[in-house]
């Protein structure tokens, strides 16, 4: 038996920057193609058959729904492709949690899909790209890793995508995982689970949505006036997200303000703007129309809640049902 064959779909990133010296502190993302950056992949001699594809060259701050799209449409063929084992994609820092969260929903499980960055450019010294990738390559070419949803691979550590959130600026062990930490080890000789598949076989638990639902994430402040929330929403906004203070805690005119949203039909969440921790239901969400987020951070429970409007869902009690699995 050959080496697996891995795809690897290219949106720039960190792991594609450079900064035109080794010192530098900044730097420009996306300036590596995916010909060159397996050129240089093809020195480490890995253990598996690398095609790419370049979806696009950019920092994440910048990734669209198009990029998305395309993305996931790569994905859903190499998953029909009986020749492809796995598919890494190549990925910025900043956005990556909210990618493979999306494409952890509406991805059936059945081959790895791994995303990977980097925290130091290309030409920096101590770059951590190579060795990330070459991480990568060792988890997306282990049939054990599907199963597993969508995974992250950053600094030696394999996430799953519900949990994985960055946590630093800058350095390379940036990436942390809530409510569990990483669920495998790695390095580009060596992988150790922390346990077996826990999706084996599962569909995609959501179709996907080109098109998603306007939902605005709305940040929580000592001071914050309610009329904030008028300036925040449109007629198209279908739903809120609160980045709340505490477990999800807002000022009571806030609170109002927000349930009268929820009374004419938008879809209002608490989530909270810590890093860690539960935003549990309390006693007012049933009568405010409201729903906890549960472990998902912000950003996250903004896909999720984006993908249930796609979906058709409104009533508040089924919402709650779905954030409530993850």
Same mark, same amino acid.
């Given at each position: ?14 792991? *594609?920057g450079k900064a035109?010296?080794?010192?530098? !502190? ?11 950056? #397996? ?9 598996a058959e690398l095609?790419? @594809? ?11 729904? *198009?990029?998305?799209?395309? #993305?996931?449409? $790569? ?6 492709? =009986?020749?492809?084992?796995? +598919?890494?994609?190549? !990925? ?6 909210? /990618? ?8 059936? /499980? ?7 960055? *980097? ?17 990568? +390559? ?8 599907? $199963? ?23 350095? /390379? ?11 495998? #080890?790695? /390095? ?6 922390f346990g077996a ?5 599962? *569909? ?39 980045? $709340? ?5 807002? =000022? ?13 039909? +938008? ?5 909270? @703007? ?23 951070? =912000?950003?996250?429970?903004?896909? #999720?809640?984006?993908? %249930? %409007? ?5 009533? =508040? ?10």
């Amino acid at each position: 038996m050959g080496n697996p064959h891995i795809l690897v779909l290219a949106t720039g990133g960190t792991i *594609a920057g450079k900064a035109g010296s080794a010192t530098r !502190h900044d730097y420009r993302p996306g300036q590596i193609g995916i010909d060159e950056l #397996l050129a240089h992949v093809a020195e480490l001699d890995l253990s598996a058959e690398l095609s790419g @594809r370049q979806v696009a060259n950019i920092g994440s701050e910048d990734i669209t729904p *198009a990029i998305w799209s395309a #993305l996931h449409e $790569g994905i859903v063929e190499a998953m029909s492709a =009986p020749d492809i084992a796995g +598919v890494i994609v190549t !990925h910025g820092t900043d956005t990556a949690e909210e /990618t493979a969260f999306l494409l952890d929903l509406t991805l059936p /499980t059945t081959k790895p899909v791994v995303l990977v960055g *980097a925290m130091r450019p290309a030409d920096a010294v101590g770059s951590d790209g190579l060795r990330n990738f070459a991480n990568a +390559v060792r988890v997306a070419s282990d049939p054990d890793a599907a $199963g597993r949803g969508v995974l992250v691979v950053m600094g030696d550590r394999v996430f799953a995508a519900r949990d994985v959130r960055k946590v630093n600026t800058r350095g /390379t062990d940036a990436f942390r995982g809530y409510p569990r930490e990483s669920i495998g #080890l790695v /390095t580009p000789s060596a992988l150790d689970w922390f346990g077996a598949p826990w999706r084996v076989g599962e *569909a995609a638990r959501f179709a996907y949505s080109p098109d998603l639902p306007e939902v605005p994430i709305l940040p929580i402040w000592a001071g914050i006036e309610p009329d904030y929330v008028a300036r925040l929403t449109s007629p198209q906004t279908r739903g809120v997200v609160v980045a $709340g203070v505490g477990e999800g805690n807002m =000022p009571d005119p806030v609170r109002q303000a927000l349930k009268q949203l929820a009374a004419e039909g +938008v879809a209002v969440v608490r989530a909270s @703007r810590i890093d860690q921790g539960l935003v549990d239901r309390e006693p007012e969400d049933e009568a405010n129309g409201f729903v906890a987020a549960r472990a998902l951070n =912000p950003p996250k429970a903004r896909i #999720l809640l984006q993908l %249930l %409007l796609a979906a058709g869902a409104s009533d =508040p009690a089924a919402m709650q049902a779905e954030f409530d699995r993850r």
